[in-house]
């Protein structure tokens, strides 16, 4: 069964830090392109950050470039997500999966609040 855990969500304050990591099991996701994305209440799911297999091709949101780097290592069958200077519009439920998305891989996110 293939699987991507999502962890290291939490309550930050604004200016704050977090890591996000995701856990992939089931398959390797070596040679695909992986991504975060979010949901805020009532928007639609946005997709913050991918990189590629060569770790060359690396794609930020203008919402997030600067404060957010992603990574991945293959190896560990792992993504990251290193999230600083939060701001209260980064609340949201992060996930990560492949891109393009694929339904079947959606799992059940970690929750990042940002408030003071």
């Known amino acids: 069964q293939v699987q991507l855990v999502e962890s290291g969500g939490g309550l930050v304050q604004p200016g704050g830090s977090l890591r996000l990591s995701c856990a992939a099991s089931?398959?390797?996701?070596?040679?695909?392109?992986m991504g975060w994305y979010r949901q805020a209440p009532g928007k639609e799911r946005e997709r913050v950050a991918s990189?590629?297999?060569?770790?060359?091709?690396?794609v930020y949101a203008d919402s997030v470039k600067g404060r957010f780097t992603i990574s991945r290592d293959s190896a560990q069958n792992m993504l990251s997500l290193q999230m600083n200077t939060l701001k209260p519009e980064d609340t949201a439920i992060y996930y990560c999966?492949?891109?393009?998305?694929?339904?079947?891989?959606w799992g059940q996110g970690t929750q990042v609040t940002v408030s003071s």
């Open positions: 999966n492949t891109v393009p998305a694929r339904n079947e891989y």
């Open positions: 089931g398959r390797s996701f070596s040679t695909y392109i």
């Open positions: 990189i590629d297999w060569t770790k060359r091709d690396i």
